[in-house]
Nanobody, 124 residues
């Protein structure tokens, strides 16, 4: 079992930045992947970024490449998402997620553990 608490959302203007954080507890060390997903009104949930805790390799959705950065602090069991150059289309509820022993990085079906989500609103 992995418990996740995500935070850091807010309202910003286009071009602004936000940093999301996710505190993990429980057996997070056994997760093959940690990721961030988002759900916008009227749209399906989509994978934004993920990381392999074992080696730090990262994966990004094309829509956020070059603007978002996922990182981890393994010692503190923390996951972060730095979001720069935010656009109105980045608006949505963002969720931290942890996989089991295997995963497909940006595929939400492979993540059984989820945070409660944090709202990000970007105005034009």
């Amino acid at each position: 079992q992995v418990n996740l608490v995500d935070a850091g959302g807010g309202s910003v203007k286009a071009g602004g930045s936000l940093r999301l954080s996710c505190a993990a507890s429980g057996n997070s060390y056994s997760s093959a992947c940690m990721g961030w997903f988002r759900k916008a009104p009227g749209k399906e949930r989509e994978g934004v970024a993920s990381i392999t805790p074992a080696d730090g390799s990262t994966y990004y959705a094309d829509s956020v490449k070059g603007r978002f950065t996922i990182s981890q602090d393994a010692a503190q069991n923390m996951l972060y998402l730095q979001m720069d150059s935010l656009k109105p289309e980045d608006t949505g509820r963002y969720y931290c997620a942890a996989s089991g022993a295997s995963c497909s990085h940006l595929v939400d079906d492979t993540y059984p553990f989820w945070g409660q989500g944090t709202q990000v609103t970007v105005s034009s």
